[in-house]
């Protein structure tokens, strides 16, 4: 299984989940059929003519009813956003297979599930609304309600007790480590330079090999650049986790990112940045840093809000081998990686579990803070949207790809705050997708089907899908595709002892061959050949012989023949081994050789030859063996 | 015949200036270049000439690999690389990487600056040659080029220090550097898979001790230092820079805590804090328990453990120092030493294994009179103690890794000659392989029997399968195929492929034999005869009666027919191709035998 990511998009759905009561958000009111019935206005809100689930949020899993999850042997993690439906597949399914990852995917993957449990337990809600995932209700429901896919499976969030079971079945990997699977594939995970510890993988046996590119990054930031040689000579490429804003370019982004933060901080606004906490934020706190004294901003406050913003911090410190090389050199020197550290130990950054506590008495405005959850429906950002929102003083930049703006601000509408979209998404664009394939050149290109047209919103921009011969192969969800590789070979290994035995003849320059037989023994998918056992001594007369014991093993087979007899050179063989009276006739196809005394006969054609003799096995055998001379084995 | 031949340049029955060469399949490897601490001359560093008289280095060795900092292990480098001449890779981990070039600048300011040596390397070589490293992962295959891979473990014994496994094709090597089979205060134990390899060559520093438990050892530690402290004495302990200090660091940090104890510990030489960093940069080299809480609590920043000064050393009453080096040669512990040696209050604790020719070893062999630089004679009458806490694998320890990699031959570096011996015999009892011990410049040569990789068709490969999982012992059954070699690439097909590949016809050779059989019962009847009959005898064959008339064991034909002459007698002819030649000779003899007399 290739990764286990959880589509966290069906939260928009769900009404936020504000950390103390917002008197707002209770008193929308309840949603009615076009008919006034008005069965499901304690499960549905309607704001600013949206609709919302009033319920703990929930998330659309990974398709888990077409296949039986018992017999996945293997899941293979890309990065810390593709695992976070690890604890529902793991822990309810009958799993038993093991978990690859690399050691800060996992790290920060725990960080980002611990962030996700801690958000939604820490404000427990009564309601549980299910009424309206029946399927006919559904349909009476307006849009994006309506279309919403497979809700019946949508599930709420995972207890840290589950985490922690998913994250102890997963085995630690590191780059280019090659990984047995028993016995029969090898995988390797490479750098993907999206994030820290993120990896493409390779899967591959001695003849083939597929390479799951997944979540790839060819820019410079903090993570060790992409590992781009490695992916050659694929038989099979599959390409996901695409840029989902192919038009926007990240350095523009950040440089927007940075003069609006500037320009609403100088006008006394507060600045609020809705983000993971971990990940594009590294690469924010250093273009800050670098950005803060230029912009004279050096006494604005930035607030970095998580319960595991300090865990974060000080990971990103302690991955020295991940990182780009310029971070490593640091190291060596030794300094901390991230300039995060200086901008703490100055107090310009400071960090906080939650809003309660030590924050509210430190907290002064204007200032910046990055909190989460980025879909805004749950986590201190909540908090923040209803402080900030009445006032045009203020912004709201969204930096994370993974949600719409535009929904995830729909239950905050009317909203007086700015708001600015910089989405900041480092994966490959659709030019360096082309770039990397021309590098590359792998066999066939498989990718999900919305990568090989253009987006539906510019239908014309051709320049916004693969582009690649031949054309790339494309799935959708709960779609079955063969691979289109036929596997020919496999490894073995001959023994010495017997490679010692065989004896090659030439049989056309430059190709050699030799018979074998041998003794196959497979063990955990390796194949051995050993020679043959010497035919054991008939050991003397103590036992009984069984009839049976003579009889041939007919799966013993001789090998196969090739070649032709010539006729005068096999008549002066035989002739040369004491036959006399031969006499020779021609035929259409051939010669009839006949030994008179005998009563024997050999016909004699290109392809065959046949000796029809009287039950005398002396001579037969004498014969046979006269003729194999002529003959090459096979 | 392949071989892979193993010379120690250092390090042979010696501890000290470890330096290894391996030549396995074709490829050198040298394994460490490490430099010796009780010699000041020529002896201190390998003799590189034995590599190669007059070509160059870098022509003739494929790559370098550290195992980790410790000068012994690392200490020749600049001089290998920069004066000899070597432009080569050289493999070692990040944090070795990071953290040699500063003890190789320490060294050589005590070589140069203090000893006032010439043709020493310099700080610019040092930087050359580390620009020639490429920096490892755990566990990452490295493709060195296209056959040659090394792939390092985690061997424990101090920050970043790893065991590697050298390969190329079937045959490997495992070189362990030095190793610590128990975790310890700050770094975890050293593990291995069972990688089988052809090789594996070990340290063997403590061949014959067995250490009693570590707990033990700390307490007695502890309890030295504190009776010292107590009745107003000076204790110098003398370690290098980076690793044993740590961990007895946090011993006398969490001690000095609980037992709210006043006197000063003092860490010598501006290193330490530096050399805390790296700890903390690199905590994920550490210990299970240090990295899990780490975020909480650094272990590595110590309340009560100060910097160091020179004037300290002189001040009245008691106090711990740690001062570098570990082996009392040279430099800051040196000088402590010889200001506190004369007063039997004052304590040196030697927590590690001292090189012979230094100053530590000789105390520790019981000399108290000491002849020191300028014919001076030093009086030891402080306390000298001795407690292992150099992170080495014990015996128990190597039998425990011999025992996790399955090596099919052991061979012992990094050790003394007599010790050496005592372990080579425990290794070859136990385990049953070779073990070997060269010294240096001593060659051992290793036949080795590779297996050779081909590329088997699955067609054939699964017919062999299909035809039952488990070999039978007693008739083991046999698999034909074609091996078609051409240039390099070998591939074993199935006969009638191999021909179809190679444009061949098959030559189809039959036999048929005419078996005479007295019976006067029509052809028919005959037919049926032989059927039974060949039915009960041939239980485990496809015996059949076909519509015609004519009887089929397996592909063998059966025909019976009537004698042109003699009409009591029926012509039985058998017809077989070569490839079913036992069967039907089988066949043939026992028709010949005649049919049992039939009830029908």
């Known amino acids: 299984m290739l990764d286990c990511g959880l589509d966290m998009t069906s939260t928009l759905n769900f009404l936020p989940l504000p950390l103390v009561q917002s008197p707002r958000l209770s008193n929308l009111p309840g949603w009615s059929l076009k008919d006034g019935n008005a069965f499901l206005d304690k499960e549905l809100k ?76 820490r404000v427990p809600k009564a309601q549980s609304a299910s009424l309206w995932k029946n399927k006919d209700i559904q349909r009476l429901l307006p849009s994006p309600l309506k279309d919403a896919v497979e809700v019946s499976t949508w599930r709420r969030c995972y207890t840290m007790q589950e985490v922690n079971s ?63 040689a490695s992916l050659k000579n694929s038989d099979v490429l599959i390409l996901t986790g695409l840029t989902q804003i192919p038009t926007a370019n990240p350095d523009g982004m950040v440089g927007e990112f940075c003069s609006n933060l500037a320009l609403t901080v100088r006008n006394g606004g507060n600045v609020l940045v809705p983000c993971y906490p971990s990940g594009v934020i590294y690469d924010l706190l250093e273009c800050l840093y670098q950005y803060i004294d230029s912009a004279g901003l050096s006494n604005i406050p930035f607030y970095f809000i998580s319960p595991v913003a300090n865990s974060s911090l000080e990971f990103s410190q302690i991955f020295a081998e991940w990182l780009c090389h310029n971070k490593q050199t640091k190291v060596y020197l030794p300094e901390p990686p991230f300039p995060h550290a200086e901008l703490i130990q100055t107090n310009k950054l400071k960090h906080y579990p939650s809003l309660h506590g030590d924050f509210s008495s430190d907290f002064r405005q204007p200032c910046v803070v990055f909190t989460g959850h980025p879909s805004l429906r749950f986590g201190d950002v909540v908090h923040f949207m209803e402080l900030w929102g009445k006032s045009s003083l203020n912004t709201v930049i969204f930096t994370e790809p993974d949600f719409s703006y535009l929904e995830a601000l729909a239950p905050y509408q009317p909203l007086a705050m700015k708001c600015i979209y910089c989405p900041i998404d480092t994966r490959l664009n659709f030019i360096q997708v082309s770039k990397l394939l021309k590098e590359v050149q792998p066999l066939h290109v498989v990718c999900p089907e919305q990568y090989t047209q253009p987006p539906p919103a510019q239908s014309h921009r051709m320049d916004l899908m693969i582009d690649c011969q031949p054309p790339a192969m494309s799935y959708r969800r709960a779609e079955v595709l063969a691979l289109p590789f036929k596997r020919r070979y496999e490894k073995i290994e001959i023994m010495p002892e017997l490679a ?61 023949l090739s070649g032709s007899i010539p006729v005068e050179q096999f008549v002066q063989t035989l002739e040369k081994h004491g036959f006399s009276d031969i006499k020779v006739e021609d035929t259409a196809k051939g010669h009839i050789v006949l030994l008179q005394e005998a009563e024997t006969l050999i016909q004699i054609e290109e392809d065959s030859t046949h000796i029809i003799c009287d039950n005398d096995e002396v001579l037969r055998v004498r014969l046979r063996d006269l003729v194999l001379k002529f003959l090459q084995k096979f | 015949m392949p071989e892979i031949r193993v010379t120690p340049l250092g390090a042979g029955q010696d501890v000290g200036r470890s330096c290894i060469l391996v030549s396995i399949a074709g490829k ?87 000893k006032g040596e010439a043709n020493f390397f310099t700080s610019q070589m040092i930087k050359d040659c580390m620009k020639k490293v490429v920096a490892v992962h755990l566990h990452q295959t490295v493709q060195v080029d296209d056959e040659l891979e090394i792939k390092a473990y985690y061997a424990g014994h101090v920050l970043g220090a790893a065991m590697f496994q050298i390969k190329v094709g079937s045959e490997s090597v495992v070189y362990t550097g030095d190793y610590n089979m128990t975790p310890d205060r700050h770094l975890g134990a050293a593990w291995i898979d069972k990688c089988r390899p052809n090789l594996l060559i070990t340290e063997s520093t403590y061949a014959t001790t067995i250490r009693d438990s570590k707990r033990c050892r700390e307490r ?37 805590e609980r037992m709210n104890l006043k006197a000063p510990i003092y860490f010598s030489t501006g290193l330490t804090e530096k050399a805390n960093h790296y700890y903390k940069l690199f905590i994920t080299w550490t210990n299970q328990k240090i990295r899990k809480t780490f975020v909480q609590r650094n272990m590595f920043e110590f309340k009560h453990i100060k910097a160091f000064d020179r004037a300290f050393a002189d001040n009245p009453g008691p ?45 520790l062999s019981g000399q108290r009179k000491l002849e020191m630089e300028g014919r001076q004679v030093l009086e030891v009458k402080m306390q000298v103690e001795y407690m292992s806490f150099s992170a080495h694998a014990d015996a128990k320890g190597i039998m425990q890794l011999v025992g996790q990699a399955e090596p099919e031959s052991v061979l012992l570096v990094h050790g003394e000659a007599k010790k050496m011996e005592f372990l080579k015999q425990k290794i070859e009892q136990e385990f049953r392989v070779n073990c070997y011990m060269p010294a240096n410049g001593e060659t051992v040569t290793l036949p080795t029997s590779p297996s050779i990789p081909v590329g088997i068709s699955l067609g054939l490969l699964k017919r062999e399968m299909a035809q039952g999982l488990l070999p039978d012992v007693k008739k083991p059954r046999l698999l034909h195929g074609t091996l ?108 010949k035998k005649g049919l049992p007399q039939a009830s029908s």
């Open chain 1, 46 to 121: 309607e704001c600013s003519g949206h609709v919302f689930v009033d319920s703990v949020p929930e998330f659309c899993l990974p398709e888990t009813e077409l296949i039986d999850l018992s017999t996945v042997d293997v899941i293979l993690i890309s990065n810390y956003h593709c695992m976070m439906a690890l604890p529902y597949i793991t822990e309810h399914t009958g799993f038993t297979g093991t978990v690859y990852a690399t050691e800060p995917t996992v790290q920060i993957g725990r960080l980002l599930m611990e962030e996700l449990v801690n958000f939604i337990e």
């Open chain 1, 166 to 228: 998913a994250l102890s079945k997963i085995q630690l990997v590191g780059y280019s480590q090659k990984i047995e699977l028993f016995g029969a594939v090898q995988v390797t995970p490479l750098s993907s330079g999206y994030a820290l510890g993120s990896s493409n993988w390779i899967i591959q046996s001695h003849y083939e090999k597929v390479s799951y590119v997944s979540g790839s990054s060819l820019l410079t930031t903090h993570p060790q650049p992409m590992d781009q």
């Open chain 1, 500 to 560: 010692d035995a065989l004896v090659p003849m030439e049989i056309k320059p430059g190709i050699s061959l030799a018979t074998v037989s041998a003794v196959l023994h497979t063990k955990d998918n390796k194949h051995v050949l050993q020679p043959p056992p010497r035919p054991t001594q008939p050991t003397g007369g103590k036992k009984r012989k069984r009839a049976s014991d003579d009889i041939p093993d007919c799966k013993v087979l001789k090998p196969l």
């Open chain 2, 28 to 114: 050198n490897v040298m394994l460490d270049c490490g430099m010796h601490m009780g010699f000041n001359d020529d002896r201190r560093f390998p003799d590189f000439s034995y590599i190669t008289r007059n070509g160059r280095l870098t022509d003739f060795l494929d790559c370098v690999i550290i195992s980790h900092f410790h000068l012994d292990h690392c200490g020749a480098l600049p001089y290998f690389s920069e004066m000899v001449g070597y432009d080569g890779p050289i493999y070692m981990t990040h944090p070795t990487q990071a953290i040699c070039p500063i003890l190789l600048e320490d060294y050589r300011k005590i070589a140069v600056d203090k």
């Open chain 2, 220 to 256: 007695d530690f502890l309890k030295k230092v504190h009776e010292a402290v107590e009745r107003g004495g000076k204790v110098l302990i003398p370690v290098f820079a980076l690793g044993r200090a740590q961990e007895l660091c946090i011993l006398l940090e969490t001690f000095w």
């Open chain 2, 319 to 363: 106090m711990v120092v740690f001062a570098t080096p570990g082996m009392l040669h040279a430099g800051q512990s040196l000088q402590i030493f010889r200001k506190w040696a004369g007063n039997e209050k004052n304590m040196v604790i030697m927590p590690g294994y001292c090189v012979q020719g230094t100053v530590g070893h000789k105390i």
């Open chain 2, 484 to 591: 078609i070699m051409k240039d390099s690439n070998f591939r074993l097909v199935s006969s009638e492929q191999a021909l179809k590949e190679l444009g061949l016809a098959e030559h189809q050779l039959r036999f048929t034999c005419r078996v005479h059989l007295h019976d006067p019962r029509k052809e028919q009847e005959t037919a049926v005869r032989v059927y039974s009959h060949l039915k009960s005898v041939l239980k485990d064959h496809c015996v059949q009666h076909l519509p015609d008339g004519s009887v089929t064991v397996e592909s063998i034909l059966i025909q019976a027919a009537a004698h042109s002459e003699d009409p009591g007698t029926k012509v039985l002819l058998v017809s077989w191709t070569y490839q079913d030649e036992e069967l039907g000779s089988y066949l043939t003899s026992l028709l």
